[in-house]
């Protein structure tokens, strides 16, 4: 499936994309903007058509599978080096093997490159991981140091696929079912939350984590959070990560 977007409505279409197809989906420069492209069933079409009102489909060329497998590029931050199950770590890296299945985060977005960034600077100590999506952002906390771990996602799926990322990782991590908007979130040192502005700001009303490390929104949001003072902001391709303290 794939939809044309001009460019000046091209940023807020791949936000949508991002929450449609977690999994990720490709992106092909046009002269009047982007087309964006996801491998999908007839739901993923569905879905596609409630939000953007138009789409069209057409049948998965052969090869996609090596062409999906190409768009999924590693990534390299804070000493880790965050790729797929098919490619080769370097060794001068610690690697971070995920594969996403249809959660979020294969490490190759800004928000999430961002976080491990920040994090990768802080002092070590326990980290909650708030949308853990496929547990990349918990993993890397236990690779780079930090223990004990844990990770919640309100999404099945999710869990089930941060589970699965932590064994093939070789890190102990506590994975539970939490909603960020409504329940309780365990203690910590320091908490990652990439998710969206609104969820950011239910969890620092929690006031539980000395350190709140937050993403998931553009550049354009405020930088100020309830509870907490502002101590840090990273930015890349207009979007933000910032470190809170309090
Ligand atoms: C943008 S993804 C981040 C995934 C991963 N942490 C990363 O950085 O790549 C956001 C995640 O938050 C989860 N999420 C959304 N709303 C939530 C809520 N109310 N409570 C807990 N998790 C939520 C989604 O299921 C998704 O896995």
Known sequence: MSIEIPAARAEEARARMIELFPEGFEEIERPDGVELVAYTDPGGEERLWTVFGHASASDVPEGWE????????????????IGQP????????????IDPGRAFGTGAHPTTRLCVELLAKLPRGSVVDIGCGSGVLAIAAAKLGFGPVTAVDSDEPALEA???????NDVSLSVRRRDALSDELPDGDVAIANVTREIVEAVARQ??????????????????????????????????ADVFER
């Open 66 to 81: 090596a062409r999906w497998r190409e768009f999924h590029r590693p990534v390299r931050v804070g000493g880790l080096w």
């Open 86 to 97: 098919w490619q080769e770590p370097p060794p001068d890296a610690i690697p971070v093997v």
């Open 162 to 168: 941060t589970r699965r990322n932590a064994d093939a």
């Open 207 to 240: 006031k539980r984590w000395r350190i709140l490390v937050a993403s998931g929104y553009l550049a354009s949001e405020p930088s100020e959070l309830v509870e907490y003072r502002h101590r840090e902001r990273a930015e890349e391709s207009g979007w933000a």
